[in-house]
């Protein structure tokens, strides 16, 4: 053996493990630049085809070549995934062989490639040694490879793959390859093996190529292409490696199968990418453990590494992370930068909770962007379990690992007056009764104790579906499963200039109820959030109680004041609050058409551009879609060829039958907006309009509130011939004894579409 303490005398190895996929091709392509100078194997009898060990020689204990599939050895379906043929090293006891072989010519400045495979069954360790000698045989110096061992063969009888590249000394003349065995356990046998070991010369250098850019750069993303069917493991270069812990395992999408996401969502997810995932059953596989573990993959950037120093590369990371109902383990993406063994950057995605994926059975997107910093070698991508329930299985999952290098964009600028809230009505949930979109990583995620459910409205123990329908509501509502918590974030870093001008505002709204005389409420709560997480201010939409909707089962409008966005503010949270005041008697709060919406204080006072005068007139507007209206839905865009559809109606009934006008005036987008002359107004009344009428008749007249169920409703299709021109539609009506107006007039808010 030779002494632990011997210098490595100034040899820098550049150590390429199979945790990446650096090599995207074979030993030579590998290298950038690089020249084979020697394009056979030096070693003889590497792969062990031979039956017998020469030309190796015993340098210590005992190893003998035997089968794949003998005695414990990885099966013969690794010697065909890593074209190992039949026979392999296997370990007899504590063994290591050695190879001196003296290359006839090594050009200047050349180096040695040595790779092979390395494993094998048990607790047992496999490594290379090299070992570089004068003439005389003197040891001028040596590289002990760390051990191959049962974690990072993911607990599997396997052979992973070594490589690295070693410069060659100027005085060595002989290379000395080296195959040592470690045997843990004393009496569970000798199961270290190794096969297809190789050593080359090449000159020129030896960085590998550049990755591409927006490319998948990870080996098996998706655990579809594992050695066998149920190893995460590709065993050929790069793929993944254990890195700690416990064993991971394949699990299939099932519909029959418990613990594991159904056929539904591995459609909706791509579970069997790049395969199709829709079809009669279940398709694709995701990733469990069993316990706390991890996997690694490691990328070799160091081709790439002259573009990140302009800081205009980034990391992508993203996954789909989730678990099992109600249980607590949990799932996370670790990924980090190196130069070298010195770390410059590190982020997590996840981790993915019970609560995060609304005690759902279920894996949601989850992602992440930094910019790469300069110097950057090598990027590490950890697959993380933590198991949180010892005696009670482990429950977490992992599907659709992504890491790639993309340009670095700037954030966006958020957009102005439009709902900045997704999936604000809970009308596209992934799945029936969820409020989650499992593929958008920036929809809504649980955080309380409880779930929600997304249900119809005019089922038990909500307001009928009429309420719904005069209110621009959808179809679904949400309602609290015990005090659950719905959260999401509102990236704002692109529109840091607008903010720290004082120049952003916000308004912020949403229908918020109960049933009968229940308790139980619910409340919005919007913070808004520094770089470091600071909370730098912090306002609510309040509940509506039990007495304040007359204990009836409805619902309130809560709209918050104008809001300015402080300085120096990155982000936004919402988060919806339901709380459960009996434990006993279900949990009967509800929520619906949360809203957040900005825009420039210096263009607006407030987010409905066009206020009209208030009251129980409402006018609705959309574009190829059900109308709506409230914050964000005052303006919209449309085309030729679009339907603009609209609904005029009075909500809470008080102006029913009141005669009404619906009034259009349309001007240049690129000149100025009609000013209203009068408070209530969103239109000039002395420049042109067209009036649709309910007080003499007219082309939809005459007009009362309401013409039909749900109110009066006008389709127009847009015409062509109309560029930059906009439309500016407000409803007006007649008070009435029982709703009269200070302003002797009911208007609506106004409604522009732009076309």
């Known amino acids: 053996m030779y002494p632990r303490s011997s210098p490595l005398l100034g040899l820098r190895p550049v150590i390429l493990r199979s945790r990446a996929m650096q090599s995207l091709a074979a030993t030579a392509a590998v290298l950038t630049g690089a020249q084979v100078a020697s394009a056979q194997n030096l070693l003889t009898n590497g792969g062990f085809s031979t039956g017998t060990l020469t030309p190796w020689s015993m340098v ?23 074209g190992g043929g039949f026979q392999l090293l296997g370990d007899v006891g504590n063994g290591a062989i050695e190879q001196v072989v003296t290359p006839t010519a090594v050009p200047a400045n050349a180096s040695l490639v040595i790779e092979g495979y390395l494993g094998g069954g048990g607790d047992d360790n496999a490594r290379m040694v090299v070992r570089f000698l004068t003439a005389n045989g003197t040891q001028l110096a040596f590289l002990a490879q760390p051990f191959v061992t049962p974690v990072e063969r993911n607990f599997e009888a396997v052979l992973l ?18 195959i040592e065995f470690q045997a843990i356990g004393c009496c569970n046998g000798n199961f270290g093996a190794a096969d297809e070991i190789s050593a080359t010369i090449v000159t020129g250098s030896t960085v590998p190529a550049p990755l591409p850019l927006n490319t998948e750069l990870l080996t098996n993303p998706g655990f579809e292409a594992g050695w066998d069917g149920r190893s995460p493991l590709s065993l050929t270069i790069g793929g993944w490696e254990g890195a700690g812990g416990s ?61 990140f120093a302009s800081g205009q590369v980034s990391l992508r990371v993203a996954a789909l992370l989730g678990g099992d109902l109600n249980e607590g383990d949990t799932a996370q993406v670790d990924f980090a930068c190196f130069r070298g063994s010195t770390q410059l950057a590190s982020d997590t995605i996840g981790p993915v909770s019970a609560a995060d994926r609304n005690f759902e059975t279920v894996v949601g997107q989850r992602e992440r962007e930094i910019v790469i910093p300069a110097g950057t070698e090598y990027i590490d991508v950890r697959l993380v379990f933590v198991d949180l329930n010892c005696c009670n299985g482990a429950r977490a999952l992992a599907d659709n690992l992504s890491a790639m290098l993309v340009p670095t964009t700037p954030p966006t600028p958020v957009p102005l007056d439009v709902n900045l809230v997704r999936n604000a009505s809970f009308e596209t949930g992934s799945l029936a009764g969820s409020p989650l979109e499992l593929t958008n990583a920036r929809g809504w995620s649980g955080q309380g104790p409880s779930r929600c459910w997304a249900v119809p409205f005019g089922s038990a123990q909500t307001p009928p579906a009429t309420f719904a329908a005069a209110r621009g509501l959808g179809a679904q509502v949400l309602r609290d499963g015990g005090a659950a918590v719905l959260r999401q974030s509102v990236d704002l870093s692109g529109s840091r200039t607008l903010i720290d001008n004082n120049r952003m505002a916000m308004q912020a709204s949403a229908w918020l109820g109960g049933d009968g005389g229940e308790a139980d409420t619910a409340h919005v709560l919007i913070s808004f959030l520094s770089l470091a997480n600071t909370v730098l201010f912090q306002t609510m939409l309040p509940p509506v109680t039990a007495a304040q909707r007359n204990n009836q089962t409805t619902m309130l409008l809560r709209e918050s004041p104008v809001i300015m966005v402080p300085p120096t503010t990155v982000r936004a949270v919402v988060e919806l609050v339901f709380t459960d005041y009996n434990c006993c008697n279900g949990s009967r709060g509800l929520a619906d058409d949360v809203r957040l919406v900005a825009f420039d204080i210096t263009q607006q006072s407030g987010a409905s551009p066009f206020p009209g005068t208030g009251g129980d007139i409402v006018l609705m507007t ?68 067209g009036i649709f009428n309910g007080l003499g008749g007219g082309p939809a007249g005459p007009l009362l509130i309401p013409f039909s169920q749900g109110g009066n409703v006008w389709n127009q299709l847009i015409p062509s011939g109309f560029p930059r021109t906009s439309m500016r539609i407000q409803a007006l009506c007649l008070p009435t004894s029982s709703s009269p107006s200070p302003y002797g007039f009911w208007g609506s808010e106004g409604h522009e579409i732009r076309l």
């Not at 865009?637 to 009404?660: E, H, I, K, Q, Y």
């Open 161 to 178: 793959h070594r490589r690295y590249v070693l410069p060659w000394p100027p005085a060595a003349t002989s290379v000395a390859v080296r």
């Open 60 to 82: 210590s204990g005992s190893a003998a070549v035997t089968a794949y599939g003998a005695n414990g050895m990885p099966a013969p379906a690794v010697g065909t995934v890593i």
């Open 622 to 689: 959309g574009i190829d879609e059900a109308p709506r209206t409230g914050f964000g839905e005052y303006i919209k865009t449309a085309g030729p060829g679009d339907v603009l559809r609209t609904v005029t109606g009075s909500p809470n009934g008080t102006l029913n039958g009141s005669p009404m006008i619906l009034a259009v005036q349309l001007f240049s987008s690129n000149g100025p907006a009609p000013v209203p002359p009068f408070p209530g107004l969103a239109l000039d009344p002395f420049s042109s309009i």
């Open 247 to 307: 064993q991971s395992y394949l699990r299939p999408y099932s519909n029959s199968a418990a613990q594991v996401p159904n056929g539904i969502v591995s459609c909706i997810v791509g579970g069997a990418r790049p395969n199709p995932s829709c079809g009669a059953g279940a398709a694709g596989n995701l990733l469990g453990h069993l316990g706390s573990t991890a996997l690694r993959q490691r990328l070799d950037v160091r081709g790439n590494t002259p573009q």
